[in-house]
T-cell receptor
Framework: AQRVTQPEKLLSVFKGAPVELKCNYSYSGSPELFWYVQYSRQRLQLLLRHISRESIKGFTADLNKGETSFHLKKPFAQEEDSAMYYCALTASGGSYIPTFGRGTSLIVHP | DAGVIQSPRHEVTEMGQEVTLRCKPISGHDYLFWYRQTMMRGLELLIYFNNNVPIDDSGMPEDRFSAKMPNASFSTLKIQPSEPRDSAVYFC???????????????FGQGTRLTVV
């Protein structure tokens, strides 16, 4: 079974501070990991995926298979980053059903 | 494509009434998902379809919930009878699978905010 854990329900930082949203997963095979973002009262949208190794809006995430983690990082938070962030896992080469973590609410204060 | 379209955006109903939520997936997508979002539980997968066929409905909380996908461009989630604890935001999402090397992204609708009083 695949499982995604986001240990923090809420993360509160000041503008300009570094941000790290934690995500751990459990899956016996080779996973595909994603971060989705949901701004206030909007739909969830893909932020980034591990396979692309990209930086989006200053955010990066590295898949660490040894620690089974896919933490989302940004060196300097902006107020517009305030949103709900969901980590998700899809089983590579098999079921394409995304399993989501419970989400972390990021609040960036001015 | 306008993306995944859900209707209504908001629904307020009285306990015991039937509620029907609607979803139009992105054309050509072969998977459709229904999720429920609450503060307590986050995003829960209720049911998903592959090529219009229900594959796994183990996430459907009770027999009061049912979902159908009569064709590739339409799906419904029905709650009958509705209860106050069903109040949540219900999301529909679709994805295109098979052969992609870039990771399978799920595209979400705007959601339906359901309030049962």
């Amino acid at each position: 079974a695949q499982r995604v854990t986001q240990p923090e329900k809420l993360l509160s930082v000041f503008k300009g501070a570094p941000v790290e949203l934690k995500c751990n997963y459990s899956y016996s095979g080779s996973p595909e990991l994603f971060w989705y973002v949901q701004y206030s009262r909007q739909r969830l949208q893909l932020l980034l995926r591990h396979i692309s190794r990209e930086s989006i809006k200053g955010f990066t995430a590295d898949l660490n298979k040894g620690e089974t983690s896919f933490h989302l990082k940004k060196p300097f938070a902006q107020e517009e980053d305030s949103a709900m962030y969901y980590c998700a896992l899809t089983a590579s080469g098999g079921s394409y059903i995304p399993t989501f973590g419970r989400g972390t609410s990021l609040i960036v204060h001015p | 494509d306008a993306g995944v379209i859900q209707s209504p955006r908001h629904e307020v109903t009285e306990m015991g009434q039937e509620v029907t939520l609607r979803c139009k997936p992105i054309s050509g997508h072969d998977y459709l998902f229904w999720y429920r979002q609450t503060m307590m539980r986050g995003l829960e997968l209720l049911i998903y379809f592959n090529n219009n066929v229900p594959i796994d409905d183990s996430g459907m909380p009770e027999d009061r919930f049912s979902a159908k996908m009569p064709n590739a461009s339409f799906s419904t989630l029905k709650i009958q009878p509705s209860e106050p604890r069903d109040s949540a935001v219900y999301f529909c999402a679709s994805s295109l699978t098979g052969g992609t090397l870039a990771g399978t992204e799920a595209f979400f609708g705007q959601g339906t905010r359901l309030t049962v009083v």
